[in-house]
Nanobody, 125 residues
Framework: QVQLVESGGGLVRAGDSLRLSCAAP????????MGWFRQAPGKEREFVAA????????YAADSVKGRFTITRDNAKNMVLLQMNSLKPEDTAVYYC??????????????????WGQGTQVTVSS
């Protein structure tokens, strides 16, 4: 059963922008937080950004701070990741994730229990 659906990936050039969307057809009210992780070829999956749905508190990896912004759209049951000033090193499969549990923060992968299928983002130099 697919619970999270990502969209918006693609091929762009360095410096361009992309916006990823993560929809939760069953409703985001089931979750405490939603976020994005990414996995580049040959590397482990890493945290990108997350948002606590109750109050909008956001978390972001140092590598994307100032360039990526995560927002929630409760009415559309969706979380968005706006990615600006993209770099070749941002190339990866981006996964949407959600947590059904309350934690003091949402950075660790183990705090997320629901995952999407992933969407490819490729940034050429």
């Amino acid at each position: 059963q697919v619970q999270l659906v990502e969209s918006g990936g693609g091929l762009v050039r360095a410096g361009d922008s992309l916006r990823l969307s993560c929809a939760a057809p069953g409703g985001i009210y089931n979750f405490y937080a939603m976020g994005w992780f990414r996995q580049a070829p040959g590397k482990e999956r890493e945290f990108v950004a997350a948002v606590r749905l109750s109050d909008g508190t956001t978390y972001a990896a140092d590598s994307v701070k100032g360039r990526f912004t995560i927002t929630r759209d409760n009415a559309k049951n969706m979380v968005l990741l706006q990615m600006n000033s993209l770099k070749p090193e941002d190339t990866a499969v981006y996964y949407c994730a959600a947590s059904r549990s309350w934690y003091s923060d949402y950075v660790q992968e183990t705090r997320f229990d629901t995952w999407g299928q992933g969407t490819q983002v490729t940034v050429s130099s």
